[in-house]
């Protein structure tokens, strides 16, 4: 650039050469004699002409060095030095693990291969397809030919390889085949939380249970999804219920322990059960869950409401006595009581013999409205709000009328699902405070609301208590451990009314007693009944004594101090006054 | 002359400058790769432990756990409530200690009836 410069200052003076010339040429018109001629004039332009160009110019290299500096000197290195360099703090896989409460491990991913074709490299598909379905027998060679004839650059020719089939192919070393590094969601627990933890589709989606309805969550958060659900009493609950279903070789089998003061579900079980892991290898109905899902009358359970609502509402005492001499007839329904006492009873003592007669009069005397507003205090009459997709709405009737709040009085005409049940119950039991059940672990206890008073709650616990000591509900019962509760029976509905020897067979369980730490729940569909049972395949000879073996597994589990004698105070406060009371008249 | 010592003092300092730059640069470049192949060698870690606590986690299912203890610990049995004592139920300790209450309360062959049978069975 300077030469150009100086070639340019060389050029507006007046060369010697040019002074020679100009003495050839016609003479100057503007001659050099200081007077600024054309020429001149012309020079000045050039020079003028070059020197903004010659500014323009060293402005841009200068911009250009100055960006060199601040390139290489000023910034930060921005592309990587090594492409796609492992980082080693950034392992993350596409979906958190799920794990329990004690955080072992429920659900997880895993990195798998998955194998594809572009079949477009594919030289010869008869042959390759030949070799493939030689490695992986599960491929059908001639589907696999015609995948791999087609004139589309990507198919998927299996998903998820074992690794030894992943070292199968590779050493196939076949010409447009390749492997897409995936990962594959596992359930080291297999079946035993199928029903709680769901599915994952092919790609990973959630498709059931909390990998369902944490689908999002479970793609977004790095740290695992913590549940509340305990493994150890998962199991201990899954194997009774298991062990009672084929013993009374029953259809199914549900289950639930609730801890009774926080709402959290410590164990959840629905029998059938599936494999997560070939989900489709068993019967649909194993893809059920009885516990959230299925809705069904749960009978003489619902006693405890009625007993709460009447007692609550200062509507009866314990001590008040009911007509049930003989059967209620209610237009054309008939309501009679198992084991007929065919006597007047007191509130304790309908509880205690599970008197239909007695509750439906009970029930009359709290009244629909108020049976309504109760029940849906309790959560009864909505579905569940815990977090699964697969949640049943209640079979609550359209229209209350008074035969209605008879029979849900004593547990028919109304369906609702296990895990309503037990959430109901146990704010029954916990001192009168309703808490909506979670599977989730969360740090604070979630608010509740009160639907009953702590001294209804507390007659209502002895009530629980007198069935098992005295009642139905003897099987429950563990030393040390005061299990209180009430057995269900109930025939299923089918075509044309009830089935008579269709059961639903349930029991509901608190222990201890006194305090309740938990909520128990176990119900058997359509048991039969065992010699040793005599036949009987109600809920006292079905249902209570899986509940008395999960308690006996699960109290020194959760490290509940089993009381070593009788329980004094409570001994002394269960005593109920038999001393019959004012006879009511009800009039239904 | 001066002028020529000067020339070669520059150019020898340019020249140890280049040798340095070149080789600070291939050993950056080393370090580089070293750093690369040590992440590699984490992230592969990780995803092996990863692996192996879902391995974990199958191997201690509560199933195989019990099947397990059922047939290799016969002498163990999940806990009762009878097992529970508090501390009040303990008895005191005694000045001068009767013979009776000197004697174990129970003896662990109780507990493990088949300890020393195993115990002479293995030193055989």
């Not at chain 1, 944490?214 to 609950?237: G, K, N, T, V, Y």
């Not at chain 1, 109760?374 to 709000?385: E, N, V």
Request: net charge positive.
């Amino acid at each position: 650039m300077i030469e150009r410069m100086k070639r340019a200052r060389r050029l507006a003076q007046p060369a010697p050469a040019a002074q020679r010339g100009a003495r050839r040429r016609p003479p100057n018109p503007c001659p050099a004699d200081g007077n600024i001629g054309p020429a001149r004039e012309a020079i000045e332009t050039g020079r003028k002409r070059l020197t903004i160009a010659a500014a323009i110019l060293s402005l841009a290299f200068a911009v250009v060095g100055l960006r060199l500096v601040d390139i290489t000197l000023m910034q930060a290195a921005v592309e990587p030095r090594a492409a796609r360099a492992p980082q080693a703090e950034t392992l993350q896989f596409a979906r958190a693990d799920i794990v329990d409460r004690n955080g072992v491990l429920l659900a997880t991913s895993l990195p798998a291969f998955s194998l594809y074709a572009n079949p477009r490299q594919v030289i010869e598909p008869a042959l390759v397809a030949r070799r493939l379905a030689e490695v992986l027998p599960s491929l059908s060679q001639e589907k696999l030919a015609a995948k791999l004839a087609s004139k589309r650059a990507f198919v998927w020719i299996k998903r998820d390889l074992s690794p030894r089939q992943h070292h199968a192919v590779i050493s196939l070393g076949l010409p447009g085949i390749d492997f897409r590094r995936e990962e594959s969601r596992v359930y080291p627990q297999g079946r035993l939380m199928s029903h709680v933890l769901g599915l994952v589709d092919v790609d990973e989606k959630g498709i059931a249970g909390i990998e369902q309805r944490f689908d999002d969550d479970l793609r977004r958060r790095a740290e695992p999804l913590r549940l509340s659900i305990d493994m150890r009493m998962q199991h201990a609950l899954c194997g009774e219920l298991a062990a009672a279903q084929d013993e009374f070789t029953a259809v199914g089998a549900a289950g639930l322990v609730l801890d009774a003061r926080t709402g959290e579900v410590m164990a959840m079980c629905s029998l059938p059960d599936f494999d997560p892991k070939a989900p489709m290898a068993t019967a649909s109905v194993s893809r059920f869950n009885r516990v959230a899902l299925g809705v069904y009358e749960l009978g003489s359970a619902f006693k405890i409401f009625t007993t709460a609502m009447a007692l609550n509402g200062g509507i009866a005492r314990l001590e008040d006595r009911y007509d049930a001499t003989k059967p209620l007839k209610v237009s054309r329904f008939m309501i009679r009581d198992h084991n007929a006492k065919k006597r007047w009873l007191s509130v304790s003592e309908i509880f205690k013999y599970s008197s239909n007669i007695g509750s439906a009069r009970l029930a009359m005397e709290v009244g629909g409205k108020t049976q309504r507003a109760f029940l849906d205090s309790i959560g009864l009459l909505q579905p569940s709000a815990i977090e699964l997709p697969e949640v049943g709405a209640p079979l609550v009737p359209d229209v209350w009328r008074p035969i209605n709040t008879m029979t849900i009085g004593f547990g028919h005409g109304i369906a609702v699902s296990p895990l309503q049940m037990a959430a109901g119950v146990a704010s029954m039991v916990n001192g009168g405070v309703y808490r909506q059940p979670t599977l989730i672990k969360r740090n604070e206890v979630l608010p509740g609301r009160r639907v009953i008073s702590e001294r209804t709650s507390k007659k209502l616990r002895k009530l629980l208590r007198l069935v098992v000591e005295d009642g139905t509900g003897g099987r429950a019962d563990v030393p040390g451990y005061f299990v209180g509760g009430k057995t269900g029976t109930a025939e299923k509905s089918g075509p044309g009314g009830y089935r008579r020897r269709a059961l639903i067979s349930s029991f509901i369980g608190a222990f201890p007693v006194d305090d309740p730490r938990y909520v128990v729940f176990t119900m058997l569909d359509e048991p039969k009944g065992t010699e040793k049972t005599h036949g009987f395949a109600t809920g006292g000879w079905v249902a209570a004594p899986v509940v008395g073996k999960v308690v006996r597994r699960i109290g020194p589990l959760a490290g509940i101090r089993p009381y070593e004698d009788e329980l004094p105070s409570f001994r002394r406060d269960l005593v109920i006054n038999w001393a019959p009371g004012k006879p009511t008249l009800a009039s239904y | 002359m001066i002028r020529v010592a000067f020339i070669a003092v520059w150019v020898s300092l340019a020249a140890g400058a280049v040798a340095a730059m070149f080789h600070i640069t291939f050993e950056v470049e080393q370090l580089e790769a070293r750093l690369h192949d040590l992440n590699r060698a984490i992230v592969h870690e990780q995803e092996t432990t990863h692996v192996l606590q879902a391995e974990w986690s199958y191997l201690n299912r509560p199933q195989r756990l019990e099947s397990l203890s059922r047939e290799l610990l016969p002498s163990h049995a999940p806990v009762e409530s009878g097992q529970f004592v508090t501390f009040a139920r303990l008895p005191k300790r005694d000045a001068n200690p009767s013979p009776a209450v000197d004697a174990p309360l129970a003896s662990q062959a109780r507990f493990f009836p088949d300890a020393r049978r195993d115990g002479e069975g293995r030193s055989q």
